[in-house]
Antibody, heavy 123, light 108 residues
Framework: QITLKESGPTVVKPTQTLTLTCTFS??????????VAWIRQPPGKALEWLAL???????RYSSSLRNRLTITKDTSKNQVVLTMTNMDPVDTATYYC???????????????WGQGTLVTVSS | EIVLTQSPGTLSLSPGERATLSCRAS???????LTWYQQKPGQAPRLLIY???TRATGIPDRFSGSGSGTDFTLTISRLEPEDFAVYYC?????????FGQGTKVEIK
């Protein structure tokens, strides 16, 4: 059974750096084809993909946020960490991590999601 | 960058009715990378349809997806009370994932 859970601060101040952790179980990020992504959703708005890390440590970032994001993995702890610098009130959102598997048939969809964590940016 | 436009923004229907949701891409896309999700209030999105028309595990057959090129459709043949939610289409291209703005299916 695959599960993911996000953790991190609920409130950050403008200009601060946000660090979020995704702790997962039921799969390994050392398995070929596995990846974990971060996706966010401002209140009442649409989903926005942020970053993704593959099993082989290949990393992909949203072009609009690339210079503010860093994604890393700790396979020994089954965790993926996202850092976002220079936080602004417009970054207030629920942040989700999600599992992706690209095997023989690869559809690049997110088949398992964490429950999400709401991060509010406010002074 | 490919933009996905969903319509309508809100669909007001009664249980038992048919829902037809549209997702239009700004340029022709590879349909194997066209995905639909359902999101209920306070919950994470749930994978519904991948490869434009393949139901994910456990998804009832009243949900169906179709389309190719720039125009894709999610159809719910007969709405059940639990189907009232927001639906998002998503596409993958060139190491980037894009979501539409969503269609809310609400009870009329």
């Amino acid at each position: 059974q695959i599960t993911l859970k996000e953790s991190g601060p609920t409130v950050v101040k403008p200009t601060q750096t946000l660090t979020l952790t995704c702790t997962f179980s039921g799969f390994s990020l050392t398995t070929s084809g596995v990846a974990v992504a971060w996706i966010r959703q401002p209140p009442g708005k649409a989903l926005e993909w942020l970053a993704l890390i593959h099993w082989d440590d290949d990393k992909r970032y949203s072009s609009s946020l690339r210079n503010r994001l860093t994604i890393t993995k700790d396979t020994s702890k089954n965790q993926v960490v996202l850092t976002m610098t220079n936080m602004d009130p417009v970054d207030t959102a629920t942040y989700y991590c999600a599992h992706l598997y690209c095997g023989g048939d690869c559809y690049m969809d997110f088949d398992y999601w964490g429950q999400g964590t709401l991060v509010t940016v406010s002074s | 960058e490919i933009v996905l436009t969903q319509s309508p923004g809100t669909l007001s229907l009664s249980p038992g009715e048919r829902a037809t949701l549209s997702c239009r891409a700004s340029q022709s896309v590879n349909s194997i990378y066209l995905t639909w999700y359902q999101q209920k209030p306070g919950q994470a999105p749930r994978l519904l349809i991948y490869d434009a028309s393949t139901r994910a595990t456990g998804i009832p057959d009243r949900f169906s997806g179709s389309g190719s090129g720039t125009d894709f459709t999610l159809t719910i043949s007969r709405l059940e009370p639990e189907d009232f939610a927001v639906y998002y289409c998503q596409h993958y291209d060139s190491s980037s994932w894009t979501f539409g703005q969503g269609t809310k299916v609400e009870i009329k």
